[in-house]
């Protein structure tokens, strides 16, 4: 059986994400329609996906409006159009694959799952982490029992200082309307309630107020960074080199061990690339540029001169400091103990020196820790009684989000294909949004707060 899907938003996800996995494996199905109120990206979209312009739509409505055209719905909207598409798909008829967060309220979380029962039809949320090679293997460790019971789960999200500052800075998601506990972490606690077996009981969260505000500005720092900061040397921030230079994203991979020689060649990249683009030689600048993201998301224009522009007019080249309208936190804690009285930490934070996750699980027969970055990661498992400590392999990940978005599309369509529900569904992905929701009313009140 041939499955075959619709995509919901032709930006960064829908485009470059899960749908891909069928161009290099078309025996899994096709897409055979997309919907995007912006005409570009529909272009875009239909050239790598062979569709004609019959098959483009200008938005959801004009989609949903006709009889099903296939199986199932990938909704790849922004983060505050997930509940209006996913609604319209599942009483058009459609299974859907929806991007994370599900909703910004309970409320509108339980509409989701309600409506997926009423038409028969599954619904399952992009929590791709359950599925990356570091945190499928920790959890096969946990159930084997080698661990003995969890006690004590531990888990960090680093956020790198200049990925805050383009995403929840400068970017789209800036503003606390769509808290960033929700919005990027939402993973996390779909995390922990996985790997702890079972639903939160208490929450309570603590936050920090972000430091990338105006009164914080350095003396003589410009609107915008491509103007000539007097701080660009020292400022990790600066626009241009976060954009046009790509310093702090080849300084990440640089520090990468895997695949051999990445680190070693994005090191060398990151010291020669700025003076190569501004000798301005054709040839050699076409092959140094980079228009995915984040570059992705400052222009549509990818001309050297296209993003000059974007930087000198648009809020991504503000200096970080005086983009005004941001106030999402930079710190947020998380503590919970779940019903079978396993306690779990998370942290989120907006300083690391790259983007990584860390994990600690401590049970009553071993310890089991690792790290996951962009493209590698490291788990490593000790036993209490004999003190031998094994390390387990992880293999290289080329997602960026550490091997799981290709499994958990892979899943979707296996469930779909057998009649049995997706991993997580719809209904499961509620627990880490009750468990957000709760921190974000606990850091706000200063009350722990119980579950039901």
Same mark, same amino acid.
């Given at each position: 059986m041939v499955m075959t899907g619709v995509v919901v938003g032709a930006g960064d996800r829908g485009y470059d994400a899960y749908a891909t996995l069928l161009l290099d494996e078309p025996e899994l199905g096709r897409i055979v329609v997309v919907a995007d109120p912006d005409e570009g990206r529909c272009q875009r979209f239909a050239e790598r996906y062979s569709l004609s312009p019959a098959d483009c739509y200008d938005g959801w409505d004009a989609l949903f409006e006709q009889p099903a055209m296939a199986d199932y719905a990938i909704i790849a909207t922004g983060d505050t159009h997930h509940v209006e598409p996913t609604l319209r798909a599942l009483a058009a008829g459609y299974h859907v694959l929806l991007e994370k967060p599900m909703a910004l309220d309970e409320a509108d979380c339980r509409r989701i799952v309600d409506a997926a029962a009423a038409a028969d039809r599954s619904v399952a949320v992009c929590h791709v982490y359950r599925h990356s090679h570091l945190f499928a293997r920790l959890h096969e460790v946990i159930e084997s029992g080698e661990l003995g019971d969890v006690v004590t789960i531990q888990l960090s999200e680093n956020v790198a200082y200049w990925h805050y500052a !383009? &995403?929840? /800075?400068?970017?789209? *998601?800036?503003?606390?309307? /769509?808290?960033?506990?929700?919005?990027? $972490?939402?993973?996390?606690?779909?995390?922990?309630?996985?790997l702890a077996g079972a639903p939160a009981a208490q929450v309570s969260s603590f936050l920090r107020p972000t430091e990338l505000t105006s009164r914080n500005a350095p003396e003589g720092a410009p609107q915008f960074c491509i103007e000539g900061c007097p701080h660009s040397e020292t400022c990790p921030y600066d626009a241009v080199a976060t954009y046009r230079d790509l310093g702090p994203a080849l300084g990440d991979l640089a520090m990468a061990e895997r695949p051999i020689g990445l680190g070693l060649g994005a090191l060398a990249l990151k010291k020669v690339r700025p003076a190569v683009v501004s000798a301005s030689i054709p040839v050699v600048s076409r092959a140094m540029e980079w228009w995915r993201w984040p570059v992705a998301a400052v222009t549509d224009d990818h001309t050297p001169a296209g993003l000059d522009h974007a930087l000198r007019t648009t809020r991504w080249g503000r200096c970080?400091? +005086?983009? #005004? @309208?941001? @106030?999402?936190?930079? $710190?947020? *804690?998380?503590?919970?103990? =779940?019903?079978?009285?396993?306690?779990?930490? =998370? *942290?989120?934070? &907006? *300083? &690391?020196? +790259?983007?990584? +996750? $860390?994990? +600690?699980?401590?049970?009553?027969?071993?310890?089991?820790?690792? #790290?996951? !970055?962009?493209?590698?990661?490291?788990?490593?498992?000790?036993? !209490?009684?004999s003190g031998k400590v094994r390390k387990q392999k992880i293999p290289t990940a080329f997602d960026g989000h550490g091997g799981g978005e290709r499994p958990l599309f892979r899943d979707f369509l296996r469930a779909l294909e057998a009649g049995t529900a997706p991993t997580p569904s719809a209904s499961e992905s509620m627990e880490s949004h009750r468990i957000a929701f709760a921190a974000m009313e606990s850091a706000r009140t200063g009350h722990i707060i119980r579950l039901d």
């Open positions: !383009h &995403s929840y /800075v400068r970017g789209h *998601t800036r503003r606390s309307k /769509v808290p960033w506990l929700l919005q990027k $972490s939402c993973h996390d606690l779909d995390l922990l309630s996985w970080a400091y +005086r983009v #005004e @309208d941001n @106030d999402q936190p930079s $710190s947020q *804690t998380v503590s919970i103990r =779940f019903a079978n009285d396993v306690l779990a930490n =998370f *942290t989120l934070q &907006s *300083t &690391s020196h +790259r983007s990584m +996750r $860390s994990v +600690r699980v401590n049970g009553t027969r071993g310890s089991a820790w690792g #790290e996951l !970055h962009a493209l590698d990661g490291w788990l490593r498992v000790a036993d !209490h009684k």
